[in-house]
């Protein structure tokens, strides 16, 4: 079983920064691809941004130029550096990651989600 464990939420003020933190724990053999997603309330899941084991990453263009996705293998963490904040981006935000248990089976999960909220 493995487990996706989030931090670095909590109130931000607007143009101000929050960086967010997903470490996966227990036993698999690698991370795919990590991607961090958000949920607003009363609109669907979203996606914000993406980063493959070989780091390449993409973003939503909501947060282009803003945010900056990168990863630490060594930590099994990804992360969410998010500058110049918007009240806009106020959000649960949750990390998911595709993982490899060994070289034929690999299963997604999710994190619990971190609330961030932003004032104007």
């Known amino acids: 079983q493995v487990q996706l464990v989030e931090s670095g939420g909590g109130l931000g003020q607007a143009g101000g920064s929050l960086r967010l933190s997903c470490a996966a724990s227990?036993?698999?053999?690698?991370?795919?691809?990590m991607v961090w997603y958000r949920q607003a309330p009363g609109k669907q899941r979203e996606l914000v941004a993406t980063?493959?084991?070989?780091?390449?990453?993409n973003y939503v263009d909501s947060v282009k130029g803003r945010f900056t996705i990168s990863r630490d293998d060594a930590k099994n963490t990804v992360y969410l550096q998010m500058n110049s904040l918007k009240p806009e981006d106020t959000a649960v935000y949750y990390c998911?990651?595709?993982?490899?248990?060994?070289?034929?089976?690999?299963?997604?999960?999710w994190g619990q989600g971190t609330q961030v909220t932003v004032s104007s």
């Open positions: 998911y990651a595709i993982v490899n248990h060994d070289t034929k089976n690999r299963y997604a999960y």
């Open positions: 227990g036993s698999f053999f690698s991370i795919n691809t």
């Open positions: 980063i493959t084991s070989g780091g390449t990453t």
